[in-house]
């Protein structure tokens, strides 16, 4: 299994972030990782507190923590000087740095020098691992759910995640697999697959869930949409490698194009469904939809429910917001 | 418009070569771009004969030659050591040496020393173009007529150089678009799809057809296949990037199953049909295929013939074998 990996447990460095909404990463790590973030870097006193104890890169190396992780985007999304003494210092007490930066950590020569004195890691998890092989098609054990999307940014990561905790849960065997950064850090290991070089992207896909036990589910990020002019390559690739059993559309409820892309108009849920299901059909063809996963954020209560039941009435496949609902709802048609 | 560029004309590199069958590069580039290839380079006098005046690096030089191609390809597909001399020589000479080796050109160290001491470039085309940007969906102007395959190795660059060929004998306006590396030694310029990361591989499709007058026509060489089960995303990014008026399917008639990938049976042209609309109509809504183009190499000339005809009848298409009836037919439709 050819996959970037992390080793736990992790510092999670925050600069002088003050907002929380600059440290995504962070927070989302404490969040669905909490038992793998033992504590947090501050520059300042005033600086964003995770819950976490404060530590000093010492005192993490004391604590055996083995992961620095850069956890706030700064403005431009890269290094910052003032935060270079302390990555490295981490780097000179041997503990690996990871960021999903712009500007690559191997590119900063003090760090890539106080790195190669020591046993730390400098993780890009924006930078696929080397040698990835074509995609083969062949059939693995073990069962697969994928997140589809009706555009990029409609919740395929969060849904996933939720998934897995539900799943866990119930005492399923569950693992999330992780193909962007965020997830990455948040898994602990995966592949940046939009990163991946177009001839191997399936074969990166095989390999983010490889064979495994019959009854374990791996619970799988999708990236992008099918329908998506930029990024329908990246989503194909990752449906075409990972031969989902079944798979779930997330949708963004309030959004009528494509992100960004305002020429586009969304497909309907109905069409990303048969498009998943007629190419997922591939290399695997019983692929099938359990169920629409909708981030309804701006309805009210009396909306969302009508939304939701309106849309699980014309599908006939469970429909839940995951913030509100969960998805026990989705889960029980995946399992039944 | 960002893609590979190589500067004519061009002495064609043979090194020791004795064996046509190992030089389709050069011998690709004599068939489809005479004009361009001033001279060949062999290591030895009997090696192998393109029909082009043999010329030392110096006289090459002399006779204002811009670029060497290595037109053969070694067992391992790497730089031979017997070669390095003259390579170096014509680095040191300011030209351009071209090739779609391996092992990349700069990691030569004598090469590379070489060809920073002069104007001469190494230029691999199994590497993109820097830069590219994702791919935006926005209509541009022009026609555009996409090879599209059963399966990989089925005839796209064969059909793509003869429509080119066949439309500029009637006059019309037509440009052939390298989308791999063979292809792009023969035209001079073009992206190898294939290799670029798989976010920007629609906006890498857009810049290889960019903007053009109304009446031209972008004949783009296809990759892979939109079912192939390693490929196919490569194929999507394609086809969503070239946002093509038309396209033609490219079929190995003796052909059941993918080639390298024996557990997958080929899919029916009438499938590659659907499923290339179905996609294409995201960014050209007016997308329909224009004809068949079959390699029926292995038949008697009356199973040729019924073939082409059967397929003909039941798709209400033409369908030819371009290496027999030329592709006259299939412009007929386009144009009509």
Redesign the interface.
Known sequence: MNILKLKTPYLIFLGSEENKLNAKTGAGLVEWRPELCKAQFNLTESGLDLGLPRMSIAQAKEAGIKSLIIGTASIGGGLQDEWMDALVEAAQAGIDIVAGLHNPLNGNAALKAASEKTSSSLIDVRTPPENLP?????KRTGKRILMAGTDCVSGKKFTALSMERDMKKRGLNADFRASGQTGIMIAGSGIP???????F???AAEQLSPDNADDHWDVIEGQGSI?H??????S??LL?GSQPDAFVVCHHASRSHMDG?E??ILPTIEQVIE?TT??GS??NPNIKCVGISVNTSGMSEQQREDYCADVSKKLGLPCIDPHVHGTDKIIDTLVA
């Not at 074509?134 to 062949?138: L, Q």
């Open positions: 074509v995609g083969t098609g062949i697959i939009d990163a991946v070089v177009s001839d992207i399936a074969g329908f002019p930029g990024y329908a390559a990246v194909m690739g075409i892309w020429s586009y498009r007629d190419i591939l290399t």
